[in-house]
């Protein structure tokens, strides 16, 4: 799997539900299980959250999330 890959959190329901909300698979609905999250590469990643002109979708590494769950 590319190391460039991303997750994508919606801000807005993670704030209005207390737990994180993520994009699933091919940007159709929204998650709070990590399994069931899509992944993006960096680009696609960026185009999506450019495409949010309310700034509620924030980019995470999955080196990131990598990191916290070890």
Not at 11 to 33: A, D, I, Q, S
Request: aromatic share 16%.
């Amino acid at each position: 799997m590319d190391k460039n890959m991303n997750f994508l959190m919606d801000l807005e329901r993670t704030f209005n539900f207390n737990k994180p909300f993520f994009w699933k698979p091919n940007k159709f609905g929204y998650t709070n299980f990590l399994n069931e999250a899509g992944l993006y590469s960096d680009k696609e990643a960026e185009e999506i959250k450019g495409q949010d002109f309310e700034g509620r979708t924030v980019i995470v590494p999955l080196s990131v999330v990598k990191g916290i769950l070890k």
